[in-house]
């Protein structure tokens, strides 16, 4: 075969995947494995599904413990010293009459974070389509949580009557001057928070629907705010004929598990988001439900054992 033949074969070859990569319906090029998990508490449907991943310094993970402590424990769980991928969960859960989005991953605010923003494209894979999205949870309103919905045509797809749960504290600190005085976090992402969570409030505010404490979004779904890592932060608490998930947002991360004292250089109360993830790890330790948690290695669902002082992380075995 002639080499110039061959060329334009494998060119045709290439376009007919890009074609399938616009299709909502196949996995496309980038998509090897369709990015999402389905499971079942009691009568409620959940649906993990990845938003991508984003790159993030290793020092993250704890800037209040020495750079050598940091990377004897990286070394140990095989991962590399430098910079790290971190998973964006986000989760749909269907109860009742409701189909509820709990966070709305990063959107495409960042042209240089090409691996997150993946939701709608992965939503709509899953054959979810935003117009039956009934409410939405945040969990916070850090972008890469709330990003998704400021994704172009978003707003236009989702119902006039979506209602947005989020902590009033959240809409409060968010709506004013936010301290960061307490985060670690590259250059560049105070900024780009600020603007993001401004920008969501005055685009979503009628849709909004600040609760105090915690709320009751469909039977056996309860948003309850949790403070730490943001001041309104919040996890989601699933519940239904005795199975029992919570989705614990930006509480816990890998590292929270052995050392639930190391800070996160994105929580705005450090202090306080330590005190939040051992109660939280404390309780589901004890009651032995599932966790899933926004930046766990997709699709998180885990359990939760005390080991000594600490905890054990404990991934859930694959069901389908
Ligand atoms: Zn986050």
């Not at 090897?32 to 993250?60: C, F, N, Q, T, W």
């Not at 042209?111 to 894979?125: F, S």
């Not at 117009?131 to 994704?151: F, N, W």
Request: proline fraction near 7%; include cysteine.
């Amino acid at each position: 075969m002639g080499t110039m033949l061959k060329s334009t074969l494998t060119q045709e070859k290439t376009n007919r995947r890009l074609d399938n990569a616009s299709d909502p319906g196949r996995p496309g090029l980038d998509e090897l494995v369709p990015s999402r998990y389905a499971l079942r508490v009691g009568e409620i449907d959940v649906l993990v599904v990845s938003d991508g991943v984003l790159s993030l310094p290793g020092d993250m993970l704890g800037h209040n413990v020495d750079a050598a402590v940091r990377g004897a424990w990286l070394e140990d769980m095989f991962l590399p010293p430098d910079v790290l991928e971190w998973a964006l969960n986000v989760v749909v859960v269907r109860s009742g009459d409701r189909t509820i989005l709990i966070d709305a991953g990063m959107g495409m605010e960042f042209p240089d974070l090409p691996r997150a923003g993946k939701l709608v494209k992965r939503l709509q894979a899953a054959g979810i389509d935003l117009a039956s999205v009934t409410d939405v949870v945040l969990t916070h309103m850090h972008m890469d949580h709330c990003g998704g919905l400021l994704v172009d045509g978003v707003r236009e797809r989702l119902r006039p009557d979506l209602r947005i749960h989020v902590a009033a504290f959240e809409t409060k600190f968010w709506g004013g001057r936010p301290d960061f005085s307490r985060v670690h976090m590259p250059p560049g992402f105070p900024d780009a928070l600020q603007r993001t969570a401004k920008r969501f409030l005055n685009e979503y505010h009628s849709q909004l629907r600040p609760f105090d404490k915690e709320y009751e979004v469909a039977p056996g779904v309860l948003v309850r705010r949790t403070g730490g890592h943001t001041p309104g932060h919040s996890v989601v608490r699933l519940a239904s004929g005795g199975d029992r998930l919570t989705f614990a947002g930006d509480a816990v991360f890998q590292v929270g598990f052995e050392h639930p004292d190391w800070y996160n250089g994105f929580e705005h109360d450090p202090e306080e988001a330590a005190r939040v993830r051992v109660d939280l790890l404390r309780e589901l330790a004890a009651n032995r439900e599932s966790l899933v948690a926004t930046h766990l290695s997709f699709p998180s669902v885990c359990h939760v054992a005390v080991d000594g002082d600490v905890f054990r992380w404990v991934p859930g075995p694959w069901e389908y």
